[in-house]
C-alpha cells in the first residue's frame, strides 16, 4: 500500500478551502488547532491528525475519502479493495502522528534529565565552594531548583500531548489532571493553545533550573537580601508570564 500522497492532500486542501472563502486562521480556529498546522498541510509538510479528518471533510463539505485521495469523486463508487486501502492510509496516518509524538515526548524527558544532571552538579559544586545560610541554601537556591526541576518533570513526563474533547467544546478555565491544576486566569484552556503553553513551560523551566545556580551565585556577591528575594521569586514564578501570554496568543 502507497502512503497518502501530502503533496496532492495539501493543493486539494488549498483549494478546497480557497473556494470556501476560509482563511488558514479560519480553518484552524474551528478545528482548534494553529494556522501554522494548516498551512504545514497546504504545503505538503504534514497531515492533519486521524481525529481531526470528520471535521475538516465536513467543512470543506466532501467525503473523508476525498480528502485522502486528494480529489473529488463524483459519481464514483469505490470498489471494496479502494475503500480497504483508503482505510488502511487513515490507520497509517494516525500510527505516523502517534509516532511524532512519541519521538517529542523522548526529546523531552531526554532534556530533563540533562537539564536535571547539570543543574544538581551546578548546585554541588555551588553548596561546596560557598559558606551559605539556612536562608541561602533552602529558601533561594534549593527552592528555585526544587520548583522548576519538579513542574518541568511533570511537564516533560506527565503532561497531556492533547486535551479531553470537552476542552475544545466549552471554555474551560482550569487545566486540571490527577495532583496538578493549572488556572491561566481568565483565558480558555483548549487544543489551539496547549501544545505552545507546554512547550513554553517546558523551555522556561529547564533553562531556569540550569541558569539560577550561576545567577544565584553572580546576585549573592552583589546583591542585597532584598534584591536577592525578588530575584528569587522571579525565577519561582516567572514562567507563568511566557504561560500567559502564550495561551492569550493561541487562544
Known amino acids: 500500500m502507497e502512503s497518502i500522497d501530502r503533496e496532492k492532500f495539501g493543493a486539494f486542501l488549498l483549494q478546497l478551502r480557497k ?5 488558514q486562521q479560519e480553518v484552524a480556529d474551528r478545528l482548534f488547532v494553529s494556522n501554522k498546522a494548516v498551512s504545514k498541510w497546504e504545503r505538503g509538510q504534514s497531515l492533519p491528525d486521524i481525529s481531526l479528518l470528520t471535521p475538516l471533510a465536513q ?4 467525503s473523508v475519502a476525498e480528502l485522502l ?3 473529488r469523486l463524483t459519481g464514483e463508487t469505490l470498489e471494496n479493495s479502494e475503500v480497504k486501502d483508503l482505510v488502511n492510509k487513515a490507520v497509517q496516518l494516525s500510527e505516523e502522528e502517534r ?8 526529546f523531552w524527558r531526554k532534556a530533563w534529565v540533562v537539564c536535571a544532571a547539570l543543574a544538581a552538579l551546578e548546585t554541588t559544586a555551588l553548596i561546596a565552594g560557598n559558606q551559605l545560610s539556612a536562608v541561602e541554601l533552602w529558601d533561594f537556591l534549593l527552592l528555585v531548583e526544587g520548583l522548576t526541576l519538579g513542574f518541568g518533570a511533570y511537564f516533560c513526563f506527565f503532561a497531556k500531548e492533547i486535551l479531553p474533547a470537552y476542552y475544545d467544546e466549552n471554555k474551560v478555565y482550569v487545566y486540571s489532571d490527577r495532583f ?3 488556572n491561566l486566569g481568565m483565558i480558555p484552556i483548549n487544543n489551539s493553545n496547549w501544545p505552545h503553553i507546554i512547550k513554553v513551560g517546558r523551555g522556561w523551566l529547564l533553562g531556569t533550573s540550569v541558569l539560577w545556580p550561576p545567577v544565584f551565585w553572580v546576585g549573592r556577591a552583589f546583591l542585597p537580601s532584598m534584591a536577592m528575594l525578588i530575584l528569587t521569586l522571579f525565577f519561582c514564578l516567572g514562567f507563568f508570564a511566557p504561560m500567559l501570554w502564550t495561551a492569550w496568543k493561541h487562544r
Not at 473556494?19 to 482563511?23: A, I, M, N, S, V
Not at 467543512?59 to 466532501?62: A, H, N, R, S, T
Not at 509516532?99 to 523522548?106: E, L, N, V
Open 69 to 71: 485521495k486528494g480529489e
Open 99 to 106: 509516532g511524532r509524538r512519541a519521538k517529542k515526548s523522548r
Open 59 to 62: 467543512l470543506l463539505e466532501v
Open 180 to 182: 496538578f491544576r493549572m
Open 19 to 23: 473556494e470556501k472563502g476560509f482563511t
